[in-house]
């Protein structure tokens, strides 16, 4: 297979986030867009063993530019992804299972609030003493079925960078990939700060 950067790196953010606990059991996606290129990872798969050649290639519109030779069917994320990419024009998504982003939506109704930390600094348009919201939506029985109220959590919420899906992980976003992993490594962050401070109370 020729090299691409784009598929190579899939492939090593996906060890990286398994290794994270992120996208353990199969679950949790990573995509990249580079022009009207959409890389995405198969589903069902064991993230940290992703090849390179196993990354789908698909337009804006989700027609298939290029598959993978085995019988691997794309992520079952690929319409929310698509659909991020046209409502924000963002470079990367990625979609976390981690622990983190779930306990916080027990602990929070409707938004994910924080305020006066300093790692609110890595997400863009946020400072320190801004306050911090995260919208949470509700989960489905099937990933795809999320997409309408994701959607209209990004348009409501014209700030936020990531939704919360109640139970389940959340969706992250940002100009480009190594912008995205800064703003899902952030956003964790945030929320093990919310979860441990509870712990004190
Ligand atoms: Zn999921």
Redesign the pocket.
């Known amino acids: 297979m020729e090299y691409n950067k784009y598929k190579q790196l899939i492939a090593e953010l996906g060890k990286h986030f398994y290794n994270l606990g992120w996208v353990s059991g199969t ?3 990573i995509s990249i867009k580079d022009g009207n290129n959409i890389y995405i990872a198969p589903s069902g798969v064991q993230k940290d063993r992703i090849n390179p050649e196993d990354i789908f290639l698909v337009n804006l519109n989700g027609d298939v530019i290029e598959k993978p030779l085995n019988d691997l069917r794309i992520s079952e ?1 690929t319409p929310i992804f698509l659909e991020i990419f046209k409502t924000n024009n963002s470079g990367a998504v990625i ?1 976390s ?1 981690s622990v983190n982003t779930v306990l916080v939506t027990d602990l929070f109704e409707d938004y994910f609030i924080c305020k006066n930390l300093e790692m609110q600094k890595g997400i863009e348009g946020y400072g320190i003493f801004d306050e911090l919201k995260v919208p949470i939506i509700e989960n489905t029985s099937k ?1 795809y079925e999320l997409v309408g109220s994701i959607i209209k959590a990004i348009k409501d919420n014209a700030k936020t960078k990531a939704v919360l ?1 109640n139970g ?2 959340i969706y992250v976003w940002g100009n480009s990939w190594e912008q995205t992993k800064k703003h899902a490594e952030c956003y964790d962050y945030l929320f093990k700060v919310e979860i441990e401070r509870r712990k004190l109370l």
Do not use: A, R
């Open positions: 679950g949790g996606g994320c979609h299972h990933e899906v389940h992980g």
